[in-house]
């Protein structure tokens, strides 16, 4: 499995921001989808996770209620939808994939795109 994701961008606070990432491969081996961002100076953490098959969502605490997971099966595409950002959402964002075989395990990951959020 391949992934791609979308080019970040410099938005200002309280915007908003959608980012995608297509997957190319052998996708039917896919479980999870998921994003993780890592800030400068800290370590990569996760964002929010999307049951590649049937769908079901996890987020972090720090983005619940402004940060929204999706997929477009028929397209292998998932994407996040960021509202309400802010100056500490700044980061490198990745998306990442688990399989089947170790579902709990993101073992593929995308090149990282750079949001930044400015006050």
């Known amino acids: 499995v391949q992934l791609q994701a979308s080019r970040g961008e410099l938005v200002q606070a309280r915007g908003s921001l959608r980012l995608s990432c297509a997957a190319s491969?052998?996708?039917?081996?896919?479980?999870?989808m998921g994003w993780f961002r890592q800030a400068p100076g800290k370590e990569r953490e996760f964002v929010a996770g999307?049951?590649?098959?049937?769908?079901?969502?996890t987020y972090a605490d720090s983005v619940k209620g402004r940060f929204t997971i999706s997929r477009a099966y028929a397209e292998n595409a998932v994407y996040l939808q960021m509202n309400t950002l802010k100056p500490e959402d700044t980061a490198v964002y990745y998306c990442?994939?688990?399989?089947?075989?170790?579902?709990?395990?993101?073992?593929?990951w995308g090149q990282g795109t750079q949001v930044t959020v400015s006050s």
């Open positions: 491969g052998r996708t039917f081996r896919v479980y999870n």
């Open positions: 999307i049951r590649w098959s049937s769908g079901p969502t």
């Open positions: 990442a994939a688990s399989k089947i075989v170790s579902p709990s395990i993101y073992d593929t």
